[in-house]
């Protein structure tokens, strides 16, 4: 027997019948002797559908009306599951943030869970009850209902499975696992069986939508063990430990890729200390989100090469800063619009040798010209052109022997 | 300047463009110098949406998670409202039943509001802010979502009215107010301006389906001013007052029709005390709401005649129940499942003589037959056959000088 905490995606519950399936999986480890507790999102869909309706008023619709609109969502969910769940015989009651309550702190639409009462949840499984919980939301301190951000129903799994202290903590999607890279777009991607915290979040990072990178910084933080599996098939997921307990017998354990990026150059930057943060804290304070940052050495000790990378959409935006800030000199600047990261991610990485070079050379047979580096413990994250993405992951999926 | 509660259909709330309108007409009393709680529905068509999506997991969904799922609807609506008023610029806020709360008790689905914390949302109007709250819905005292019975939003207008102690209530809805009959039917059909409560209240029971007859009873008991009005027309609405403020000119205010009815005729029925009930208890057990009940004179002082209506959907249940009773004696039972009840109603008719003989005789003359026969001091009612419904209603529209 088992604590467990049990989170179901949106195309997991999309459908009426979707979510009896779901209540059926839940049966089966509830028939098993388990005490589960079911976090769910909105059907799939329905957030866009809200943000939709809240746009067409105003285009800055108020945030704490916003999250009155989409805590909704979850809540019809929670309701549909915990009916389906009576119906097919089980004892089940959905649980609102409210009623729980989960308290959250932070500004609208972005919160973090920072406690929830376990009291009268804990008394309902003793008393062999299913408790759904609407993920992606909670209170605040004013009594306000706040949302914790997009794909916070992963945070919310993570947050419950640590509060009621759950033995595991298992996130029900609509892929089998965590795939060495994309499945739609390689084809010969492979499901990974075990990957340790560490990679997964570098991963999640990095662009494979499996799970919230937070969250899986919140399962690491307190050790909790994670799984990701499939709604819809019977088959192992992937089980995501810390990394004492993975055995690798692979340097690379997967290669992801973010597209709708940019990078910006600035030439022949004074090379004096606080340059960097000149640049930068502007942007921040613009809620302007700069990825990689490369400085090259300089070579007369005078001036520096700096190039960053953004989120594509907030390029002019970063231009126009730049150009306006009287704080920073440089001579020239340069930039590209059109360029995807592509990284390599392994806890092996670091203990194996000619990682680095394997994958430039990889690139260069593949004439592929890399445009910028940076490296991490654990992760190798190139710059290149946007064109060569596909071309690229294939190439490093291949030489890595992920096929 | 006044408090005002004004309160939304599903309708009026359809659509985001719809909320913008009903956005603008807050603002108009609001910057008018009143004091606004606005009730909304949820957005028409949605609550039927969530009913079916709870069929095709169970007939029988559980009642509390019902509940949960059903409010969500007012909620949407509400967090629109409140949105768009700000975005209009309008300092407003939405009020879940929970935030306020409003009390209920009564069972799910079909519960009553009790009570109701005014504090917090006196302190908002007193600061310029225009509440919203969602209809329809409130907690229990174990801090369960309930919801008070469809078209329940009147309900939470007219409590909220009464509870805040505010200087009228409207009823926004898609027509122009209430009519002396169905318009969509009786084309001559025209709107009342003023109405009184008992009138109003006869004729919502009746069929009329422009307000929930329980809220114009609530309005009624503690004298809340009504008024019925259009949200998309500037048009003068219904004015619902008590009798004594009314100057009645017409002996007929009104006439209402219900199909669906069902009509039982218990012949040589044991004259003696107590038969009525032994018949009409087992009934309301099982749920089977009894309408018009008609006993005749016996003739003989020993056997008498019984009729009764009830919807049509219960007759197969009814008649099954009665035959099973063994308390009850009767020579024979006869029923007829095609038959409407035609009701005329007027405060002023118990002044004005003749108002029945008149009724009949126009009935006559268009060779209707009249299969039973009710009356009581505002209202007149007659069970006819179904086929002679919209002729019958015609005939007395004209005959009242409704027209």
Redesign the interface.
Known sequence: MAKKVLKFGGTSVGT??R??HVAEIIKKEFVAGNEIIAVVSAMSGKTNE?IE??K???D???K???D??L??GE??T???L???L??VGVNS??W?N??IPILTEGDHSNSRIINMNIEKINKFLSEKGVAIIPGFQGISKF???TTIGRGGSDATAVAIAKIFNADSCEIYTDVDGVFSSDPNKIPVAKKIDKISYDEMLELSTLGAKVMQSSAVQTAMMYNIPLEVKSTFTDREGTKIFSQENIDYTKSVTGVAYSKDDAKITLLGVEDKPGVAANIFEPLSRNNINVDMVIQNISPDNKTTDLTFTIKREDLLNTIDIIKKNKNIKFENMNHNDKVSKISIVGAGMVSTPGVTYRMFRGLAEEKINILAISTSEIKLSVIINEENTLKAVKKLHTIFDLD
Chains 1, 2 share one sequence.
């Open positions: 009426v019948e979510i009896l809200l309706q809240s067409k008023i105003s800055n619709f108020n704490r009306e916003l009155v609109l805590s909704s809540q019809v929670s309701a549909l915990a009916g389906a009576i119906k009651k959905s609102l409210w009623q009594g306000d209902i």
